[in-house]
């Protein structure tokens, strides 16, 4: 079985972040493995508490996995300090991980920065190099190329400017009234636009986490970047379209809404 690990910090809601990796991850066929970046109290309406793991902590972490059940692709989300940011990056070098999709979470939904700006710097300057993959929302993909991006054509701009800069490909995803369902990849010098059918659900919470995950899923089985991209957005179309309704704010999707018989009769 191929395996897959998450950097990431946990959302005690299930939704997001070390949970909706894990849960995407075996939902799309390889083995599951997580590296705790912070622990958040959190539900459907937001996040109360945050309690980061200490640089050494999180080293400790990544030698235990990558000195036992070597990863076949590594997906990183939200990671809050600098201090992090240098481990991660340093044990990625360490043992010459692969397939790394890097999910720049730095804005929230809601607009709020996610990041302090000393992170965003590390995390441009260690972490985006050594990823096969960005997956930067319309606001994160603004702050990556320091323009503002109103159309399709704001989003070919922008995603070429980062591609060039970091030396790697870019899903600049749409959203945030732009593009809504469609996404854009580029990688060498050209674009590719994956198109999908908007969904009317609310229920949202999770989604950039989810996406990142099943592209990482994709590649670690040993699919190309496009073959990726395309089987992570109709895994998430599916998810959505489950909609499943939990909690009093944006909920979660239905991670296993393909999953039937068994032990869940």
Aim: overall charge negative.
């Amino acid at each position: 079985m191929k395996t897959a690990l998450t950097i990431a910090g946990s959302d005690s809601s299930g939704g997001a972040g070390i949970q909706a990796d894990l849960k995407t991850m075996t939902a799309n066929g390889v083995y599951a493995m997580s590296a705790i970046t912070a622990l958040t109290a959190q539900n459907t309406t937001g996040v109360t508490d945050i309690l980061e793991s200490t640089p050494r902590f999180l080293s400790e972490q990544l030698d235990a996995i990558f000195t036992d059940i070597f990863p076949d692709a590594v997906k990183i989300g939200m990671v809050s300090s600098a201090e992090l940011i240098a481990v991660i990056a340093a044990k990625l070098k360490e043992y010459k991980a692969e397939n790394i999709v890097v999910d720049p979470v730095m804005v929230a939904t809601s607009g709020a920065k996610l990041l302090r700006s000393d992170a965003v710097e590390a995390l441009c300057r260690e972490l985006l190099p050594l990823a096969a993959v960005l997956t930067p929302n319309i606001p994160e993909a603004e702050i990556l190329s320091g323009m503002a991006i109103t159309d399709a054509a704001g989003m070919e701009a922008a995603a070429r400017l980062i591609s060039e800069k970091y030396g790697c490909a870019v899903l600049c995803k749409g959203g945030h009234k732009v593009n809504d369902a469609d996404d854009l990849l580029w990688r060498e010098g050209a674009g590719k636009w994956f198109h999908g059918k908007r969904i009317d659900n609310p229920n949202t919470h999770g989604t950039g986490c989810t996406l990142s995950s099943a592209i990482a899923s994709n590649l670690a089985k040993g699919y190309d970047l496009d073959a990726s991209v395309e089987r992570a957005k109709a895994y998430i179309s599916g998810a959505l379209a489950a909609m499943l309704d939990l909690g009093h704010g944006s909920g979660p999707m239905n991670h296993m809404f393909a999953l039937k018989g068994g032990f869940t009769e």
